[in-house]
T-cell receptor, first 114, second 110 residues
Framework: DGGITQSPKYLFRKEGQNVTLSCEQNLNHDAMYWYRQDPGQGLRLIYYSQIVNDFQKGDIAEGYSVSREKKESFPLTVTSAQKNPTAFYLC?????????????FGNGTRLTVT | EDQVTQSPEALRLQEGESSSLNCSYT??????LFWYRQDPGKGPEFLFTLYSAGEEKEKERLKATLTKKESFLHITAPKPEDSATYLC???????????FGEGTQLTVNP
C-alpha cells in the first residue's frame, strides 16, 4: 500500500535542542514538501524538493533544515534557532511538482517544545 | 501577494441539511484551485482540482465549483462522517507553490 509515513506521531523536546522529523514515501514521487500547521492559520511551506539532492526554501524556512539524499526520504530538522517550534508538521509529496499533480500528505508529527 | 480566504470558519449542520463552503482568492492568474479534507490529527486528503471558471467536480455528496474569484464546496444531504476541516489552496499561473486558506471546520450532527 503506497503512502507517506511520518514518524514519530508525537515528539517532545526541551528548548535549545535540535530535533529531526522523519518523512518517507513509497509512491515514487519526485517532489516532497514540508508544511507547518498552526491553529487558525493556513498551511505554511517550510521547504520543498523537486529532485534528489536539491531543495528550496519555502515561506518560513528560518530555523529549519532539510536534506534529500534519497528519493524516498525528506527529513526535516527543527533547530534551536526556530523561535516557535511547537506545531503540527506535515510532509507531502507529489508526482512531478505541485504544478502538475495534487499533494499527498502524511499524517503529521505534533512537536511540542518546552 | 496571493490571498486565500475561507468562510465560514466553522459550520454546524444537521444531518441532511445541505450547505456550501466558500473559498475566495486573489491571484494574478489562477493555474489551479485544490480542495482537501482534513480529519483531526491527520494529514489533508485530496478531494478536487479545478482549473477554469465554470468547471465543476463531484464526489459523492460533495460538489466543487469555480468562478473567477471564488470556489464553492457544496455539501448535499451531509452525514456525520462528512465532519472534518475542509481546506482550499490555490496555485498561481507563475507560481510553484500552493497558498492555503485557513479552512472551514464542518460539524454534521446526527
Amino acid at each position: 500500500d503506497g503512502g507517506i509515513t511520518q514518524s514519530p506521531k508525537y515528539l517532545f523536546r526541551k528548548e535549545g535542542q535540535n530535533v529531526t522529523l522523519s518523512c518517507e514515501q513509497n509512491l515514487n514521487h519526485d517532489a516532497m514538501y514540508w508544511y507547518r500547521q498552526d491553529p487558525g492559520q493556513g498551511l505554511r511551506l517550510i521547504y520543498y524538493s523537486q529532485i534528489v539532492n536539491d531543495f528550496q526554501k519555502g515561506d518560513i524556512a528560518e530555523g529549519y533544515s532539510v536534506s534529500r539524499e534519497k528519493k524516498e526520504s525528506f527529513p526535516l530538522t527543527v533547530t534551536s534557532a526556530q523561535k516557535n517550534p511547537t506545531a503540527f508538521y506535515l510532509c507531502a509529496s507529489s508526482l512531478t511538482g505541485v504544478t502538475n499533480s495534487p499533494l499527498h500528505f502524511g499524517n503529521g508529527t505534533r512537536l511540542t517544545v518546552t | 501577494e496571493d490571498q486565500v480566504t475561507q468562510s465560514p470558519e466553522a459550520l454546524r449542520l444537521q444531518e441532511g441539511e445541505s450547505s456550501s463552503l466558500n473559498c475566495s482568492y486573489t491571484v494574478s492568474g489562477l493555474r489551479g484551485l485544490f480542495w482537501y479534507r482534513q480529519d483531526p490529527g491527520k494529514g489533508p486528503e485530496f478531494l478536487f482540482t479545478l482549473y477554469s471558471a465554470g468547471e465543476e467536480k463531484e464526489k459523492e455528496r460533495l460538489k466543487a465549483t469555480l468562478t473567477k474569484k471564488e470556489s464553492f464546496l457544496h455539501i448535499t444531504a451531509p452525514k456525520p462522517e462528512d465532519s472534518a476541516t475542509y481546506l482550499c489552496a490555490v496555485l498561481e499561473t507563475s507560481g510553484s507553490r500552493l497558498t492555503f486558506g485557513e479552512g472551514t471546520q464542518l460539524t454534521v450532527n446526527p
